[in-house]
């Protein structure tokens, strides 16, 4: 479920929480060195987010966040602020080409440019996060 998360709703932040778990302790947060990814540049979406990021013409980034129970994608349209929580046992990544990550929740995608070492390195971390719950990961990292 994509959610407009740029005004402080308690509704709205419940039912992220509800899926992916709260914010990560700062203990948590230092001992992976970092719980959010750096920009992403998005190549391609699904329509519903195609259909947000098409209105502006500001440059289609995003970043993600670890939670404890999975991860947000966060990305900005006009000055909309947008969250799609994915649960890990929903979550599916796939490494493309050697410069694109897909990150899969149910009928929503988004396909991010993988041009640094510390992008592969932050996906990395993902697929462990996942691992760690005990959760079968679908890709080859």
């Not at 060195?33 to 289609?60: A, E, F, R, Y």
């Not at 995003?62 to 994608?73: F, M």
Request: aromatic share 10%; proline share 3%; charged share 30%.
């Amino acid at each position: 479920m994509l959610y407009n998360v740029s005004y402080n709703d308690p509704e709205t932040k419940r039912l992220i929480e509800k899926d992916v778990g709260k914010v990560l302790s700062l203990r948590e947060r230092w001992k992976l060195k970092g719980s959010g990814s750096p920009k992403l540049h998005i190549t391609s979406s699904s329509i519903q987010i195609h259909n947000l990021l098409v209105v502006d013409h500001n440059l289609n980034v995003c970043n993600v966040e670890l939670r404890q129970k999975g991860i947000i994608v966060r990305f900005r349209s006009r000055l909309q602020t947008y969250a799609l929580p994915i649960p890990y046992y929903k979550l599916n990544v796939y490494k493309g080409r050697a410069e694109e990550y897909s990150i899969y929740r149910d009928n929503y995608f988004i396909k991010v440019k993988a041009d640094r070492k510390v992008i592969h390195e932050f996906f990395k971390k993902v697929s462990a996060q996942k691992n760690d719950l005990g959760l079968t990961y679908v890709d080859d990292l």
